[in-house]
């Protein structure tokens, strides 16, 4: 057996099926199918059962599934420590935000793999919260509050955000001033989300209503331009639209707290150094950025 044999089960393990395991790793049904043939073949065991309905564990394949991440991990570590310095090399398979990840994340990654010739950088955009064991991710860029999990988090940086509507709403229906005369108005909104605002030196809490629900932040853009109600976004999302016009901030006294930028990754995973250079490059670019607070655009 060898470790690609290896990996490729322990993705099939985790993904639930050969397919998705095949996407994850960038290879075809075919080779997957091979590897594991081979892997069970050499074991004189039977890990995975197989149906229409994707791959389960038996009772051996349950058992080995840990011992197989655990040298895959291992192995991981001991190629880190002698490659040359600076230099990175396998897969580092990533979760981005859609909302503005193409845009202000997309040139970071780039950039990375330009450094790094012999690293395979894959990433998703979406705003869904991906659940980073089960799916097969190494690490996630995420922005805003980071609730309690058994997730690291690397913070990158602040991220600031402001209430805006247009110039139209605010003529039809006026501005609110306080949290409590927000909540009489149409806000636009991801979900039932509630809404921090800060009250001086006080965080408060506001639930907001409305009939306009996207889950993704440019479409919550483009609905507050259009004039359906009030929006809570990212400056990064708004920074344009604020500057024509076509967008004004209200309830200033009311500003959102800021929120972050984080580099998520398992707590059992090893800290890979891709993942750290990720993390340092994502914050040398973040400095830089005029739509974070830093000097000039990405």
């Not at 209200?250 to 890979?272: E, F, K, L, W």
Request: aromatic share 8%.
């Amino acid at each position: 057996m060898d470790i690609e044999e290896l990996r490729t089960f322990v993705e099939v393990a985790d993904a639930g099926g050969i397919s998705p395991a095949a996407l994850r790793l960038g290879v075809s049904k075919s080779i997957v199918s091979r590897r594991l043939a081979r892997l069970e073949a050499a074991l004189g065991a039977q890990l995975l059962a197989r149906s229409t309905r994707g791959a389960a564990l038996t009772e051996a394949g349950a058992t080995f599934r840990d011992y197989a991440a655990r040298v895959c991990a291992e192995i991981d570590v001991a190629r880190e420590m002698i490659l040359p310095a600076g230099e990175l090399r396998g897969r580092l398979r990533i979760a981005a935000p859609l909302s503005f990840g193409p845009t202000h994340f997309a040139p970071v990654l780039a950039e990375m793999a330009r450094r790094h010739p012999k690293l395979q950088i894959q990433t998703c955009y979406s705003d869904r919260f991906v659940d980073l064991i089960a799916e097969g991710f190494d690490c996630a860029i995420r922005v805003g509050y980071l609730q309690d999990s058994n997730l690291i988090a690397r913070r990158i940086g602040p991220i600031y955000g402001k209430l805006v509507a247009s110039p139209d709403y605010i003529k039809a229906h006026g501005a609110p001033e306080t949290p409590e005369q927000l909540v009489a108005h149409q806000a636009l909104m991801q979900g039932t989300e509630a809404w921090q605002l800060m009250d001086g030196d006080k965080v408060i809490t506001v639930r907001p209503q409305g009939r306009f629900k996207a889950d993704n932040g440019t479409a919550l853009v483009a609905a507050a331009v259009a004039g359906l109600g009030i929006a809570y976004l990212p400056d990064c999302l708004t920074y344009e639209y604020l500057a024509s016009g076509a967008l004004v901030p209200i309830m200033t006294r009311h500003s959102p707290p800021p929120a972050g930028v984080y580099v998520i990754r398992p707590s059992a995973q090893h800290p890979a150094r891709k993942i750290r250079v990720l993390a340092e490059l994502l914050i040398e670019f973040f400095d830089q950025s005029v739509y974070f607070g830093g000097g000039a655009p990405l």
